[in-house]
Nanobody
């Protein structure tokens, strides 16, 4: 079974940092792009970042560009989202995502709260 286990969320003050992890299993990790999405209360889920199979290509939403970075560790089957200079508007549940054989899979989500 495909599993995406997201972790690393928490409460942080504005300007702080967090690193999210997405541990993947049940599919050939090295062959698929992985994405991070987030959903804030009362808002639709939005894409945050995507990393290509090789890790050489990355995409960031305009709202996080320059503050977030995504990278993957093939040895650990894990994708990371390093989040710096966090803002209150980054508060959301963060999900990792993969489309495997034309089916969408989501992790269980990890809560990020940015507040003083």
């Amino acid at each position: 079974d495909v599993q995406l286990q997201a972790s690393g969320g928490g409460l942080v003050q504005p300007g702080g940092s967090l690193r999210l992890s997405c541990a993947a299993s049940g599919f050939p990790f090295d062959d698929y792009a992985i994405g991070w999405f987030r959903q804030a209360p009362g808002k639709e889920r939005e894409g945050v970042s995507v990393i290509s199979v090789s890790g050489e290509r990355t995409f960031y939403a305009q709202s996080v560009k320059g503050r977030f970075s995504i990278f993957r560790d093939a040895a650990k089957n894990t994708v990371y989202l390093q989040m710096n200079s966090l803002k209150p508007e980054d508060t959301a549940v963060y999900y990792c995502y993969v489309n495997y054989i034309l089916r969408d899979y989501w992790g269980q989500g990890t809560q990020v709260t940015v507040s003083s």
